[in-house]
Nanobody, 124 residues
Framework: VQLVESGGGLQQAGGSLILSCAASGDIFSNYAMGWFRQTRGKEREFVSAISRGLGRTFYAESVKGRFTISRDNAKNTVYLQMNSLKPEDTAVYFC??????????????????WGQGTQVTVSS
């Protein structure tokens, strides 16, 4: 499966951005999806995950209450709505996919498919 992120950019602290990730190459609804982020010199950090069905979601503590992950299986797209942005949210954000035979499971690791990333910069 191929993943292409979009929607990154520059935003002031307290503002909002929405990231999109378009998937192609396989049946999107068979895949659990996730978002990770990485700052230069640091390891990639889990941000959020969503199950392939039933809309079950999970968030890192650092973004809980501010970010919302969602998906539209008809559009083969997963989204990350980011509100109340903070300078520490500045990073390259990656969309990820993992085939799942379980409609209600989400995953915080073990993703074999990754997008190229989109830069999010939050100014103070």
């Amino acid at each position: 499966v191929q993943l292409v992120e979009s929607g990154g950019g520059l935003q002031q602290a307290g503002g909002s951005l929405i990231l999109s990730c378009a998937a192609s190459g396989d049946i999107f609804s068979n895949y659990a999806m996730g978002w990770f982020r990485q700052t230069r010199g640091k390891e990639r950090e889990f941000v959020s995950a969503i199950s392939r069905g039933l809309g079950r979601t999970f968030y890192a503590e650092s973004v809980k209450g501010r970010f919302t992950i969602s998906r539209d299986n008809a559009k083969n797209t997963v989204y990350l709505q980011m509100n109340s942005l903070k300078p520490e949210d500045t990073a390259v954000y990656f969309c990820t996919a993992r085939w799942s035979n379980d409609v209600e499971s989400y995953y915080i690791n073990g993703y074999p498919y990754w997008g190229q990333g989109t830069q999010v910069t939050v100014s103070s």
